[in-house]
């Protein structure tokens, strides 16, 4: 990227400990308009955060925490946060890499929880400078860390891993097929598998065969993942609209809703009804979503990027427009507000600045984008 594009790190949404906005600006308890992050000033790179705290990995190679948890580490290629553990992952003897636990609370001082040494794949994904990086899937493609023990968890030798998300509860792997697999608990339908039973080992998502994925983003309780023509497929839990389909919580916003009945629907999905709407028929709200549904985005835009918060989510187009739905008490949709939407919905504020957004990653509760400048035509 030459200087004149060199764009800039925004962040939205909660920041009571500073980690969207930089521990300067102290407890404010939303930020519902991009600010500016500290990745303009120290070249960020890479953004992770958990629920208190951000992890912000420079190009230089190193990390800096904001938020609950303060710090900085020199010599590292990645980092992921979690509130139970603080991964880095640092260059190693050799053409291998190490790997390091942390309690966020350490500013990582001292000795790490553990270390395990780990060795760069032969023929990996590669880095990009303003994409996310390969955590918590290692370098080797065969094991990734998760924030549980046993912290360092081995992947099937069949499993040929491109990309690895976790939510709360479940895990998404997308593999150099363009297949999707997934695992965990599935009481929200985020497995995809048409039944809300957990899945022990990974499984592959049957609905989607045939059909080759280019990214894969897994929330609290639901899942994404976009097609290689740029199509966007979601399922799981809908409670506050972060699959963009009705939802009854948004409904009574305006209205009462009683009388409801609930099932399951042929495609598998879990409908509440409430009462009439105007033209007499009950209006259905979609609570759970077990199997992948198309979600139109707008007519034309295609999908290249997608993040998911804890209950919101957040698609990249392919000509750098930000779209997000779902929670947004905290500001984390971008939409200068703290409105929860059930429908995508482009943050203009990026539209307004001339910005065109090259990357995003959601935390649980905020949302953090790369934007540059557009091109004088």
């Given at each position: 990227m030459d200087e004149e594009r060199r764009g800039t790190w925004f962040g939205f949404g909660f920041c009571g400990f500073g980690q969207a906005l930089g521990s300067g600006l102290g407890r404010q308890v939303h930020s519902p308009e991009p600010l500016r992050t500290p990745g303009g000033s120290l070249g960020v790179c890479r953004v992770s955060a958990s629920w208190s705290y951000t992890a912000f990995v420079t190009r230089g190679g190193r990390v800096q925490l904001s938020g609950a948890a303060g710090g900085t580490a020199d010599g590292c290629t990645d980092a992921w946060a979690s509130e139970e553990l603080l991964v880095l992952l640092r260059a190693g003897p050799g053409a291998g890499a190490e790997l390091q636990a942390w309690a966020p609370g350490s500013a990582m001082r001292g000795d790490p929880l553990w270390s395990q040494a780990v060795q760069e794949a032969e023929h990996g994904p590669s880095r990009d400078e303003t994409q996310a990086g390969l955590l918590p899937l290692l370098p080797c493609a065969r094991a990734y860390v998760s924030p549980r023990p046993p912290f360092y968890r081995p992947l099937a030798p069949t499993l040929r891993a491109r990309r690895l998300e976790l939510g709360a509860e479940h895990a998404l792997l997308l593999d150099a097929a363009g297949q999707v697999f997934s695992w965990g608990a599935g009481r929200h339908g985020q497995l995809g598998h048409g039944t809300l039973e957990a899945e022990p080992e990974p499984r592959l998502l049957e609905a989607l065969q045939g059909l080759r994925m280019a990214e894969v983003a897994a929330g609290g309780w639901h899942s994404v993942c976009l097609s290689e023509t740029g199509d966007i497929y979601i399922w799981g839990w809908n409670e506050s609209g972060q699959l963009a389909l009705p939802t009854k919580s948004l409904a009574e916003d305006g209205k009462t809703t009683a009388g409801e009945a609930s099932g399951l629907e042929e495609d598998?999905?879990?409908?509440?009804?409430?009462?009439?709407?105007?033209?007499?028929?009950?209006?259905?709200?979609?609570?759970?979503?077990?199997?992948?549904?198309?979600?139109?985005?707008?007519?034309?835009?295609?999908?290249?990027?997608?993040?998911?918060?804890?209950?919101?989510?957040?698609?990249?187009?392919?000509?750098?427009?930000?779209?997000?739905?779902?929670?947004?008490?905290?500001?984390?949709?971008?939409?200068?507000?703290?409105?929860?939407?059930d429908r995508p919905c482009r943050v203009e504020y990026f539209v307004d600045k001339q910005l065109q957004v090259r990357t995003v990653s959601c935390g649980p509760w905020n949302t953090y984008v790369y934007a540059v400048e557009k091109e004088k035509s």
């Amino acid at each position: 990227m030459d200087e004149e594009r060199r764009g800039t790190w925004f962040g939205f949404g909660f920041c009571g400990f500073g980690q969207a906005l930089g521990s300067g600006l102290g407890r404010q308890v939303h930020s519902p308009e991009p600010l500016r992050t500290p990745g303009g000033s120290l070249g960020v790179c890479r953004v992770s955060a958990s629920w208190s705290y951000t992890a912000f990995v420079t190009r230089g190679g190193r990390v800096q925490l904001s938020g609950a948890a303060g710090g900085t580490a020199d010599g590292c290629t990645d980092a992921w946060a979690s509130e139970e553990l603080l991964v880095l992952l640092r260059a190693g003897p050799g053409a291998g890499a190490e790997l390091q636990a942390w309690a966020p609370g350490s500013a990582m001082r001292g000795d790490p929880l553990w270390s395990q040494a780990v060795q760069e794949a032969e023929h990996g994904p590669s880095r990009d400078e303003t994409q996310a990086g390969l955590l918590p899937l290692l370098p080797c493609a065969r094991a990734y860390v998760s924030p549980r023990p046993p912290f360092y968890r081995p992947l099937a030798p069949t499993l040929r891993a491109r990309r690895l998300e976790l939510g709360a509860e479940h895990a998404l792997l997308l593999d150099a097929a363009g297949q999707v697999f997934s695992w965990g608990a599935g009481r929200h339908g985020q497995l995809g598998h048409g039944t809300l039973e957990a899945e022990p080992e990974p499984r592959l998502l049957e609905a989607l065969q045939g059909l080759r994925m280019a990214e894969v983003a897994a929330g609290g309780w639901h899942s994404v993942c976009l097609s290689e023509t740029g199509d966007i497929y979601i399922w799981g839990w809908n409670e506050s609209g972060q699959l963009a389909l009705p939802t009854k919580s948004l409904a009574e916003d305006g209205k009462t809703t009683a009388g409801e009945a609930s099932g399951l629907e042929e495609d598998g999905s879990e409908v509440k009804r409430g009462s009439a709407g105007e033209d007499g028929a009950p209006a259905p709200f979609i609570a759970v979503q077990p199997f992948p549904a198309l979600l139109d985005l707008s007519p034309g835009s295609e999908a290249v990027k997608v993040s998911c918060g804890s209950r919101h989510t957040a698609v990249l187009t392919r000509t750098g427009e930000l779209y997000t739905w779902g929670w947004g008490k905290y500001g984390q949709l971008g939409h200068k507000d703290t409105t929860t939407l059930d429908r995508p919905c482009r943050v203009e504020y990026f539209v307004d600045k001339q910005l065109q957004v090259r990357t995003v990653s959601c935390g649980p509760w905020n949302t953090y984008v790369y934007a540059v400048e557009k091109e004088k035509s």
